[in-house]
């Protein structure tokens, strides 16, 4: 019988989710509460009543999430396989945090790396590190998110286990995991000086990353959460300017450093 779990969005021909052309999937759930959540439908973990948001896996009727089993996941990714050969693509976990659903997304790129699909698991780092442990043979890549660097902001700001989420990257990067970390750039949140020159020396002494990815704030979970009638905890803030993303990335001059997702 093939393992089921929840799922709200399949998205196919993705760029910024790894390396090539690729199919996310992403599974509901999530453990944190990041105040500029860009998927706030994505965090319970149970399918939910639909409040706006349309496609053909948030779900049927009135729900966002629905089950589906490994196989049909499969049926989807597959669909583009000559893509992901000749771009070096593949599957993207996501969500949500993925791992939240362990059999599941394990089954999953065990499934894909099995038919000769790449896998990449998108994550926040906030699950213990059993989760990890079960998809780490199947995965080519982690998207590895990191936010704040210092304890009391990040309960302030995400909320989550801060100690694990760091613990858990030292032991992926420790067992020879590919990784490419994630920042995403909140104004006068992640994009301060302070925080950024704090993130940069934990990661100089992690040991081998493959790069540090910057993403630039992105408005659109501010549009989604009105939309779908969620409170903000943050208010309409823009994304950085060309000189701002130079001063961010200049924090970073001993890594290698990517704006935006991975290419
Ligand atoms: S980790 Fe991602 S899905 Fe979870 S609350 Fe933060 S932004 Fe939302």
Request: proline share 6%; with cysteine; net charge negative.
């Amino acid at each position: 019988m093939s393992t089921t779990g929840i799922i709200f969005d399949i998205k196919r021909f993705a760029i910024h989710d790894g390396p090539g052309i690729r199919t996310t999937v992403f599974l509901k759930g999530c453990p944190l509460d990041c105040a500029w959540c860009h998927n706030p439908e994505s965090r319970g973990r149970e399918p939910e009543p639909r409040r706006g948001l349309g496609s053909r896996f948030h779900g049927s009727g009135e729900m966002i999430g629905v089950q589906a089993t490994v196989n049909d996941v499969m049926d989807v990714v597959l669909k583009d396989r000559v893509f992901y050969d000749e771009s070096g693509g593949g599957m993207t976990l996501s969500g949500g945090e993925p791992l939240l659903q362990r059999e599941f997304a394990a089954s999953l790129v065990q499934a894909a790396r099995s038919l000769g699909v790449g896998t990449a698991v998108d994550t926040s780092g906030s699950v213990s590190w059993r989760h990890f442990e079960a998809v780490l043979p199947w995965t080519d890549l982690f998207l590895y998110d990191l936010k704040l660097a210092d304890p009391a902001a990040h309960d302030e700001w995400v909320g989550g286990d801060h100690g694990m989420i760091l613990s858990n990257l030292r032991r992926l990067v420790a067992a020879d995991a590919a990784v490419r970390v994630r920042i995403p750039l909140i104004p006068g949140v992640t994009d301060t000086d302070d925080n950024l020159s704090s993130l940069s020396v934990i990661l100089s002494g992690i040991g081998t990353i493959q790069a540090v990815d910057l993403l630039p704030y992105n408005p659109a979970g501010e549009h989604k959460a009105d939309r779908l009638g969620i409170a903000r905890r943050l208010p309409s803030i823009r994304t950085q300017s060309k000189e701002e993303m130079s001063r961010i990335q200049d924090h970073f001059s001993s890594l290698p450093v990517f704006i935006g997702g991975a290419p």
